[in-house]
């Protein structure tokens, strides 16, 4: 039966990452339709992101009242409803609208996702399962391309995806039973209190791990966003070259929590991360020595391969770290600094590349990572793992 759970989370996590890319990609189709500017779509986005920001944070409360498995259909759910809601507007406020459960729907879901694999599953099916979601982020634009070369339009292309999601839905209702434990036949619910956040913020190692989420997703994100014109602007590379070096990023990432998850077999989830990061350190060093497109493709490769690990890694340490009581608050609040960084530093660095010179990249790159490996290694000190 275990087995089978472990199926149906692995399916949860290919869905997870199915909406992840696409309104990035139906967007060109979208917004003329809409009359509203193209930049409209990060109005789209942060609402998106501050709902996923709030569920995350909320994750501890429902996962102790509900459990892992109905928070996990509840989730999927609204965001299949909200898809659909995405698939049938005809206006730009709806788009709005739909958007809210869209992003209450995905915090909570991963954080209760990431939590139950953390709790119940060795370190090797964390790297695959995220593995998992790049697969379902792969697929949403292939869909949706599908979809719009059918003529079927983009809004077809989210309806085919809402479908894929309320089937899930109905799988994830039925597999309820499969959360629970041997022990009394419960679920994973628990009858403690959930943590507030002046709570979590108070333990040390706390502010530690959040600013590590933060930086990790600023650095993963930051590149995937911006590698691609910094490597048109600076390195003189052609624009259809740059962005096929810039898709090996997310195959460096995807390729990478492959094999991650057979390295775990040899090393814990502090060496992963470690190890992770000196090789974001060795792509960003890539990227500035003078040898052409070729470093910059090697650059690029290694940053993603690097990215790999970290994420699931340090997933996985979080009861280890915190203890298996306080794990799903501390996952929450992690989930939440993740979102934050996605949302604030890719964009930031628009700015210094606008009004000061895109040159800046990797160096942007190389202070949000020694601030990621110094605010790890406090956080190993303060849990007692930093040997």
């Known amino acids: 039966m275990l087995h089978l759970l472990l199926a149906v989370i692995y399916i949860s996590f290919i869905s997870l990452g199915l909406p992840d890319a696409l309104l990035g990609s139906a967007w060109p189709s979208m917004y003329g339709e809409f009359d509203v500017p193209v930049s409209y779509a990060g109005v789209i986005s942060m609402i998106i992101a501050v709902g996923t920001i709030i569920s995350s944070l909320q994750s501890d409360r429902l996962t102790r009242k509900l459990g892992a498995g109905k928070v996990t259909a509840i989730s999927v759910g609204m965001t299949a409803a909200a898809i659909f809601g995405f698939s049938v507007s005809h206006s ?14 995905a915090g909570s879901v991963d954080a209760a996702l990431n939590n139950y694999v953390a ?17 379902g982020a792969s697929l949403g634009p ?5 979809a719009l070369t059918g003529g079927g339009g983009w809004n077809m292309g989210y309806r085919y995806i809402a479908l894929l999601q309320i089937a899930l839905t109905v799988v994830l209702f039925l597999s309820l039973p499969l959360w629970k434990t041997s022990m009394g036949g419960k679920e994973e619910a628990e009858p403690t209190p959930a943590m507030t956040l002046s709570q979590i913020l108070h333990i040390p190692g706390a502010k530690a791990v959040m600013v590590t989420f933060f930086c990790y997703c600023a650095v ?19 624009a259809e070259t740059a962005a096929r070096f810039a898709s090996l990023f997310f195959i460096g990432i995807t390729v990478g929590r492959v094999l991650s998850g057979f390295l775990t077999m040899k090393l814990n989830d502090g060496q992963m991360v470690r190890m992770g990061q000196g090789i974001i350190a060795a792509g960003i060093i890539a990227f500035l020595l003078p040898f052409g497109e070729y470093a910059a493709l090697a650059g690029l490769i290694l940053i993603g391969l690097g990215c790999a690990p970290i994420y699931p890694s340090i997933i996985h340490a979080t009861p280890d ?31 210094i590349a606008n009004h000061i010179t895109i040159i800046l990249f990797p160096f942007y790159l190389l ?5 990621m490996i110094l605010m790890h290694e406090t956080l190993l000190k303060h849990s007692g793992k930093g040997v």
């Open 220 to 238: 993963e994100q930051t590149t995937g966003l911006w590698a691609s014109s910094y490597l048109v602007l600076q390195k003189g590379i052609p």
């Open 92 to 105: 730009f406020w709806m788009l709005c609208l739909w958007a809210v459960p869209y992003g209450l729907g």
């Open 119 to 135: 709790l119940h599953f060795a370190s090797r099916h964390m790297s695959w399962l995220h593995c998992m979601w790049g697969i």
């Open 367 to 371: 202070v949000i990572l020694s601030v």
């Open 321 to 351: 770290h915190f203890g298996a009581d306080k794990s799903q608050a501390f996952i929450g609040v992690q989930m939440a600094s993740a979102y934050a960084g996605t949302c604030f530093m890719p964009p930031l660095f628009g700015l």
């Open 142 to 146: 292939y869909i949706m391309g599908y």
